[in-house]
Protein backbone atom coordinates (compact mmCIF):
# COMPACT_ATOMS: atom_id res chain seq x y z
CA UNK A 1 0.00 0.00 0.00
CA UNK A 2 3.01 2.54 0.78
CA UNK A 3 4.53 1.96 -2.47
CA UNK A 4 1.52 2.61 -4.46
CA UNK A 5 0.95 5.61 -1.97
CA UNK A 6 4.21 6.73 -3.28
CA UNK A 7 3.96 7.02 -6.46
CA UNK A 8 0.83 9.38 -6.12
CA UNK A 9 3.12 11.32 -3.74
CA UNK A 10 5.52 12.12 -6.59
CA UNK A 11 2.43 12.84 -8.60
CA UNK A 12 0.89 15.33 -6.08
CA UNK A 13 4.37 17.23 -5.44
CA UNK A 14 4.63 17.32 -8.93
CA UNK A 15 0.80 18.69 -9.84
CA UNK A 16 1.84 20.94 -6.91
CA UNK A 17 4.79 22.24 -8.57
CA UNK A 18 2.98 22.90 -12.03
CA UNK A 19 -0.17 24.35 -10.67
CA UNK A 20 2.26 27.72 -10.05
CA UNK A 21 3.39 27.64 -13.40
CA UNK A 22 2.70 31.03 -14.82
CA UNK A 23 2.28 29.11 -18.50
CA UNK A 24 -0.12 26.40 -16.59
CA UNK A 25 -1.97 29.26 -15.11
CA UNK A 26 -2.70 31.08 -18.55
CA UNK A 27 -3.84 27.77 -20.21
CA UNK A 28 -7.10 27.78 -18.97
CA UNK A 29 -8.18 23.80 -19.58
CA UNK A 30 -4.92 22.40 -18.49
CA UNK A 31 -5.26 24.93 -15.32
CA UNK A 32 -8.80 23.74 -14.24
CA UNK A 33 -7.50 19.66 -14.81
CA UNK A 34 -4.64 20.14 -13.08
CA UNK A 35 -6.57 22.09 -10.06
CA UNK A 36 -8.88 19.45 -10.09
CA UNK A 37 -6.62 16.41 -9.83
CA UNK A 38 -4.65 18.21 -7.01
CA UNK A 39 -8.11 17.94 -5.19
CA UNK A 40 -8.36 14.92 -5.57
CA UNK A 41 -4.40 14.18 -4.79
CA UNK A 42 -4.77 15.63 -1.74
CA UNK A 43 -7.44 13.64 -0.31
CA UNK A 44 -5.20 10.69 -1.03
CA UNK A 45 -2.03 12.73 0.43
CA UNK A 46 -4.14 13.39 3.51
CA UNK A 47 -5.18 9.61 4.20
CA UNK A 48 -1.19 8.34 3.02
CA UNK A 49 -0.21 10.69 6.41
CA UNK A 50 -3.10 8.78 8.53
CA UNK A 51 -1.87 5.63 7.02
CA UNK A 52 1.59 6.25 8.15
CA UNK A 53 0.99 7.35 11.39
CA UNK A 54 -1.46 3.94 12.22
CA UNK A 55 1.22 1.62 10.90
CA UNK A 56 3.73 3.76 13.17
CA UNK A 57 2.06 3.63 16.20
CA UNK A 58 1.17 -0.49 15.32
CA UNK A 59 4.69 -0.87 15.08
CA UNK A 60 5.77 1.31 18.58
CA UNK A 61 2.86 -0.37 20.16
CA UNK A 62 4.03 -3.97 19.41
CA UNK A 63 7.75 -3.02 20.12
CA UNK A 64 6.72 -1.59 23.89
CA UNK A 65 4.20 -5.14 24.55
CA UNK A 66 7.34 -7.06 23.52
CA UNK A 67 9.24 -5.19 26.04
CA UNK A 68 6.98 -5.20 28.79
CA UNK A 69 8.92 -4.28 31.41
CA UNK A 70 6.37 -0.89 32.54
CA UNK A 71 3.00 -2.30 32.96
CA UNK A 72 1.08 0.92 32.35
CA UNK A 73 3.27 1.24 29.25
CA UNK A 74 2.00 -1.50 28.32
CA UNK A 75 -1.61 -1.00 29.08
CA UNK A 76 -1.61 2.54 27.07
CA UNK A 77 0.20 0.39 24.36
CA UNK A 78 -2.34 -2.49 24.14
CA UNK A 79 -4.84 0.68 23.47
CA UNK A 80 -2.95 2.64 21.06
CA UNK A 81 -2.07 -1.23 19.24
CA UNK A 82 -5.79 -2.12 19.13
CA UNK A 83 -7.08 1.33 17.59
CA UNK A 84 -4.11 0.83 15.20
CA UNK A 85 -5.51 -2.98 14.26
CA UNK A 86 -9.40 -1.54 14.00
CA UNK A 87 -8.81 1.51 11.79
CA UNK A 88 -5.99 0.09 9.28
CA UNK A 89 -8.26 -2.17 7.14
CA UNK A 90 -10.83 0.64 7.47
CA UNK A 91 -8.23 2.88 6.01
CA UNK A 92 -6.62 0.63 3.26
CA UNK A 93 -10.17 0.27 1.54
CA UNK A 94 -10.66 3.47 1.95
CA UNK A 95 -7.82 3.93 -0.07
CA UNK A 96 -8.03 1.47 -2.48
CA UNK A 97 -11.36 3.32 -3.69
CA UNK A 98 -9.90 6.10 -3.63
CA UNK A 99 -7.06 4.97 -6.24
CA UNK A 100 -9.73 3.74 -8.71
CA UNK A 101 -8.95 5.80 -11.72
CA UNK A 102 -11.39 8.79 -11.42
CA UNK A 103 -14.12 9.28 -14.45
CA UNK A 104 -13.34 12.94 -15.43
CA UNK A 105 -16.77 13.91 -16.16
CA UNK A 106 -17.84 12.67 -12.48
CA UNK A 107 -17.04 16.82 -11.58
CA UNK A 108 -18.76 18.11 -14.16
CA UNK A 109 -22.02 20.19 -13.67
CA UNK A 110 -25.11 17.92 -15.39
CA UNK A 111 -27.77 18.62 -18.06
CA UNK A 112 -31.01 16.24 -17.12
CA UNK A 113 -33.99 15.53 -19.76
CA UNK A 114 -37.37 13.52 -18.31
CA UNK A 115 -39.82 12.73 -20.88
CA UNK A 116 -42.82 11.32 -20.24
CA UNK A 117 -43.47 7.17 -22.22
CA UNK A 118 -45.89 5.59 -21.93
CA UNK A 119 -49.02 5.96 -19.79
CA UNK A 120 -50.25 9.33 -21.41
CA UNK A 121 -51.64 11.96 -19.21
CA UNK A 122 -50.17 9.74 -15.93
CA UNK A 123 -47.06 9.88 -17.63
CA UNK A 124 -46.73 12.94 -17.28
CA UNK A 125 -47.49 13.50 -13.74
CA UNK A 126 -45.18 10.93 -12.97
CA UNK A 127 -42.55 13.15 -14.88
CA UNK A 128 -43.50 16.14 -13.11
CA UNK A 129 -42.94 13.91 -9.76
CA UNK A 130 -39.74 13.18 -10.82
CA UNK A 131 -38.77 16.37 -11.52
CA UNK A 132 -39.77 17.37 -8.37
CA UNK A 133 -37.84 14.58 -6.67
CA UNK A 134 -34.65 15.42 -8.03
CA UNK A 135 -35.24 19.30 -7.71
CA UNK A 136 -35.71 18.84 -4.11
CA UNK A 137 -32.59 16.37 -3.99
CA UNK A 138 -30.18 18.82 -5.71
CA UNK A 139 -31.80 21.59 -2.94
CA UNK A 140 -30.39 19.46 -0.42
CA UNK A 141 -26.54 18.80 -1.66
CA UNK A 142 -27.29 22.68 -2.33
CA UNK A 143 -27.08 22.89 -5.73
CA UNK A 144 -28.53 24.88 -8.19
CA UNK A 145 -31.53 24.05 -10.41
CA UNK A 146 -32.00 26.14 -13.70
CA UNK A 147 -35.00 24.90 -16.22
CA UNK A 148 -33.80 24.98 -19.81
CA UNK A 149 -37.24 24.16 -21.55
CA UNK A 150 -40.30 22.49 -21.09
CA UNK A 151 -43.74 21.14 -22.46
CA UNK A 152 -46.61 20.95 -20.35
CA UNK A 153 -49.02 18.02 -19.53
CA UNK A 154 -52.55 18.26 -20.46
CA UNK A 155 -53.55 17.23 -16.82
CA UNK A 156 -50.74 18.48 -14.87
CA UNK A 157 -46.42 17.57 -14.68
CA UNK A 158 -44.73 17.83 -18.18
CA UNK A 159 -44.42 15.89 -21.29
CA UNK A 160 -40.95 16.50 -21.19
CA UNK A 161 -38.56 18.67 -19.14
CA UNK A 162 -35.00 20.14 -19.63
CA UNK A 163 -33.08 21.54 -16.65
CA UNK A 164 -29.42 22.00 -15.61
CA UNK A 165 -27.78 21.19 -12.38
CA UNK A 166 -24.80 22.91 -11.16
CA UNK A 167 -22.61 22.41 -7.80
CA UNK A 168 -19.58 19.85 -6.84
CA UNK A 169 -19.39 16.30 -8.44
CA UNK A 170 -22.96 16.69 -10.12
CA UNK A 171 -22.30 14.67 -12.83
CA UNK A 172 -20.96 11.66 -10.98
CA UNK A 173 -23.88 11.42 -8.85
CA UNK A 174 -26.47 12.02 -11.62
CA UNK A 175 -25.77 9.81 -14.23
CA UNK A 176 -26.96 6.73 -11.88
CA UNK A 177 -30.75 8.13 -12.65
CA UNK A 178 -30.32 7.48 -16.35
CA UNK A 179 -32.83 5.39 -18.01
CA UNK A 180 -36.01 4.19 -17.83
CA UNK A 181 -38.32 4.92 -14.26
CA UNK A 182 -41.70 3.22 -14.01
CA UNK A 183 -44.07 4.10 -11.75
CA UNK A 184 -47.27 1.59 -10.47
CA UNK A 185 -50.07 3.61 -8.65
CA UNK A 186 -54.03 4.18 -9.14
CA UNK A 187 -54.04 7.63 -11.41
CA UNK A 188 -55.60 10.42 -10.70
CA UNK A 189 -57.72 10.59 -13.87
CA UNK A 190 -58.68 6.62 -13.31
CA UNK A 191 -62.30 6.26 -11.75
CA UNK A 192 -62.48 2.43 -11.46
CA UNK A 193 -59.40 2.51 -8.76
CA UNK A 194 -57.59 0.42 -11.02
CA UNK A 195 -53.36 0.36 -10.83
CA UNK A 196 -51.77 1.71 -13.93
CA UNK A 197 -48.20 1.20 -15.30
CA UNK A 198 -46.32 4.05 -16.74
CA UNK A 199 -43.14 5.52 -17.33
CA UNK A 200 -40.56 8.69 -18.12
CA UNK A 201 -37.21 8.65 -18.92
CA UNK A 202 -34.71 10.06 -17.49
CA UNK A 203 -31.55 11.29 -19.72
CA UNK A 204 -28.79 12.81 -17.60
CA UNK A 205 -25.11 14.63 -19.85
CA UNK A 206 -22.20 15.65 -18.22
CA UNK A 207 -22.16 19.33 -19.16
CA UNK A 208 -19.66 20.33 -22.03
CA UNK A 209 -17.09 23.12 -21.42
CA UNK A 210 -16.40 25.44 -24.44
CA UNK A 211 -13.35 23.28 -25.01
CA UNK A 212 -14.55 20.25 -24.96
CA UNK A 213 -17.08 20.43 -27.77
CA UNK A 214 -16.13 23.29 -31.20
CA UNK A 215 -18.96 24.15 -32.70
CA UNK A 216 -18.71 25.38 -35.88
CA UNK A 217 -21.36 28.30 -36.18
CA UNK A 218 -22.08 27.59 -39.73
CA UNK A 219 -23.49 23.90 -39.24
CA UNK A 220 -25.92 25.70 -36.31
CA UNK A 221 -29.34 26.89 -37.91
CA UNK A 222 -30.59 29.43 -35.39
CA UNK A 223 -34.85 29.74 -35.28
CA UNK A 224 -36.66 32.51 -33.11
CA UNK A 225 -40.08 31.76 -32.04
CA UNK A 226 -42.56 32.83 -28.66
CA UNK A 227 -42.37 31.52 -25.74
CA UNK A 228 -45.31 29.57 -24.30
CA UNK A 229 -44.71 29.28 -21.02
CA UNK A 230 -45.90 31.48 -17.97
CA UNK A 231 -44.87 35.11 -17.79
CA UNK A 232 -47.20 36.63 -18.92
CA UNK A 233 -48.06 38.85 -21.95
CA UNK A 234 -44.64 39.38 -23.32
CA UNK A 235 -43.37 36.33 -22.95
CA UNK A 236 -46.05 35.52 -25.22
CA UNK A 237 -45.47 38.16 -27.93
CA UNK A 238 -41.48 38.24 -28.09
CA UNK A 239 -39.68 35.92 -29.80
CA UNK A 240 -37.21 35.21 -27.31
CA UNK A 241 -37.46 31.47 -27.21
CA UNK A 242 -34.61 29.98 -29.23
CA UNK A 243 -33.84 26.79 -31.40
CA UNK A 244 -30.97 25.99 -32.47
CA UNK A 245 -30.67 22.69 -35.02
CA UNK A 246 -27.06 20.86 -35.70
CA UNK A 247 -27.42 20.14 -39.27
CA UNK A 248 -24.73 17.28 -39.47
CA UNK A 249 -25.79 15.56 -36.76
CA UNK A 250 -29.64 16.75 -36.63
CA UNK A 251 -29.12 17.60 -33.31
CA UNK A 252 -31.51 20.05 -31.26
CA UNK A 253 -31.77 22.32 -28.24
CA UNK A 254 -33.85 25.05 -27.54
CA UNK A 255 -34.66 27.26 -24.70
CA UNK A 256 -37.30 29.34 -23.48
CA UNK A 257 -37.19 29.55 -19.70
CA UNK A 258 -35.53 33.26 -19.51
CA UNK A 259 -37.13 36.52 -20.97
CA UNK A 260 -33.73 37.54 -22.97
CA UNK A 261 -33.35 36.36 -26.51
CA UNK A 262 -29.27 36.34 -25.52
CA UNK A 263 -30.02 34.50 -22.31
CA UNK A 264 -31.90 31.28 -24.20
CA UNK A 265 -29.67 31.60 -27.11
CA UNK A 266 -26.41 31.28 -24.37
CA UNK A 267 -28.05 28.19 -23.06
CA UNK A 268 -29.76 26.46 -26.10
CA UNK A 269 -25.95 26.29 -26.82
CA UNK A 270 -24.73 25.00 -23.73
CA UNK A 271 -26.95 22.11 -24.35
CA UNK A 272 -26.74 21.78 -27.85
CA UNK A 273 -22.77 21.08 -26.70
CA UNK A 274 -23.50 18.98 -23.67
CA UNK A 275 -25.67 17.04 -25.87
CA UNK A 276 -22.95 16.42 -28.88
CA UNK A 277 -20.22 15.67 -26.32
CA UNK A 278 -22.68 13.07 -24.64
CA UNK A 279 -23.06 11.68 -28.08
CA UNK A 280 -19.46 10.71 -27.87
CA UNK A 281 -19.20 9.62 -24.44
CA UNK A 282 -22.22 7.13 -24.90
CA UNK A 283 -20.04 5.47 -27.52
CA UNK A 284 -17.07 4.84 -24.90
CA UNK A 285 -18.95 4.32 -22.35
CA UNK A 286 -21.15 1.73 -23.97
CA UNK A 287 -17.20 0.31 -25.14
CA UNK A 288 -16.52 0.36 -21.36
CA UNK A 289 -19.55 -1.39 -19.94
CA UNK A 290 -19.29 -3.80 -22.22
CA UNK A 291 -15.27 -4.72 -21.56
CA UNK A 292 -16.68 -4.56 -17.68
CA UNK A 293 -20.17 -6.17 -18.31
CA UNK A 294 -21.48 -2.92 -16.31
CA UNK A 295 -24.73 -2.95 -14.79
CA UNK A 296 -24.95 -0.06 -13.30
CA UNK A 297 -24.63 3.01 -15.77
CA UNK A 298 -24.06 1.03 -19.24
CA UNK A 299 -26.01 4.46 -20.47
CA UNK A 300 -28.46 2.12 -22.25
CA UNK A 301 -31.88 4.74 -22.22
CA UNK A 302 -33.98 1.97 -23.08
CA UNK A 303 -33.29 0.07 -19.94
CA UNK A 304 -35.84 -0.13 -17.02
CA UNK A 305 -34.12 0.64 -13.46
CA UNK A 306 -36.24 1.49 -11.23
CA UNK A 307 -40.06 0.66 -10.23
CA UNK A 308 -41.61 3.41 -7.85
CA UNK A 309 -44.54 1.08 -6.23
CA UNK A 310 -47.57 3.43 -4.40
CA UNK A 311 -49.75 0.23 -3.26
CA UNK A 312 -46.91 -1.36 -1.18
CA UNK A 313 -45.07 1.97 -1.15
CA UNK A 314 -41.96 0.00 -2.24
CA UNK A 315 -38.88 1.12 -4.47
CA UNK A 316 -37.16 -0.80 -6.67
CA UNK A 317 -33.92 -0.51 -8.70
CA UNK A 318 -33.53 -3.40 -10.77
CA UNK A 319 -29.70 -3.10 -11.59
CA UNK A 320 -28.47 -4.38 -8.17
CA UNK A 321 -32.06 -5.55 -6.88
CA UNK A 322 -32.68 -3.00 -4.25
CA UNK A 323 -36.01 -2.16 -2.51
CA UNK A 324 -36.80 0.16 0.10
CA UNK A 325 -40.33 0.45 1.41
CA UNK A 326 -39.84 4.34 1.53
CA UNK A 327 -41.79 5.71 -1.16
CA UNK A 328 -42.59 8.53 0.01
CA UNK A 329 -39.23 10.07 1.42
CA UNK A 330 -37.74 8.58 -1.47
CA UNK A 331 -40.21 10.37 -3.78
CA UNK A 332 -39.88 13.57 -1.57
CA UNK A 333 -35.91 13.85 -2.88
CA UNK A 334 -34.69 11.47 -0.38
CA UNK A 335 -32.32 9.26 -2.68
CA UNK A 336 -29.01 9.87 -1.73
CA UNK A 337 -29.40 5.96 0.05
CA UNK A 338 -30.18 4.49 -3.36
CA UNK A 339 -27.17 6.45 -5.31
CA UNK A 340 -24.89 5.45 -2.41
CA UNK A 341 -25.84 1.64 -3.01
CA UNK A 342 -25.34 2.02 -6.68
CA UNK A 343 -21.87 4.24 -6.31
CA UNK A 344 -20.62 1.03 -4.33
CA UNK A 345 -21.86 -1.19 -6.35
CA UNK A 346 -19.65 0.63 -9.27
CA UNK A 347 -16.94 0.87 -7.13
CA UNK A 348 -16.86 -2.48 -6.24
CA UNK A 349 -17.24 -3.64 -10.16
CA UNK A 350 -14.18 -1.06 -10.80
CA UNK A 351 -11.78 -2.33 -7.80
CA UNK A 352 -12.36 -5.62 -9.26
CA UNK A 353 -11.10 -4.88 -12.84
CA UNK A 354 -8.30 -3.32 -11.42
CA UNK A 355 -7.35 -5.91 -9.48
CA UNK A 356 -7.85 -8.29 -12.30
CA UNK A 357 -5.50 -5.72 -13.93
CA UNK A 358 -3.23 -5.93 -11.51
Not at 297 to 319: E, L, P
Amino acid sequence: MLEKLQIVKQRFDEVSDLIIQPDIITDQKRYVSLNKEYKDLRLLMDKRELYIELTENLQEAEEIIADGSDAEMVEMAKMQYDEAKEGIPKLEEDIRVLLIPKDPEDAKNAVVELRAGTGGDEASIFAGDLFRMYSKYCESKGWKVDTVDYSEGTNGGFKEIQFEVSGEDVYGTLKFEAGVHRVQRVPQTETQGRVHTSAATCMVFPEAEEFDVEIDPKDVRIDFFCSSGPGGQSVNTTYSAVRLTHEPTGLVAQCQDQKSQHKNKEKAFKVLRSRLYEMELAKKNAADAEKRGSMVSSGDRSAKIRTYNYSQGRVTDHRIGLTLYDLQNIINGDIQKIIDELMLAENTEKLKASDEHL
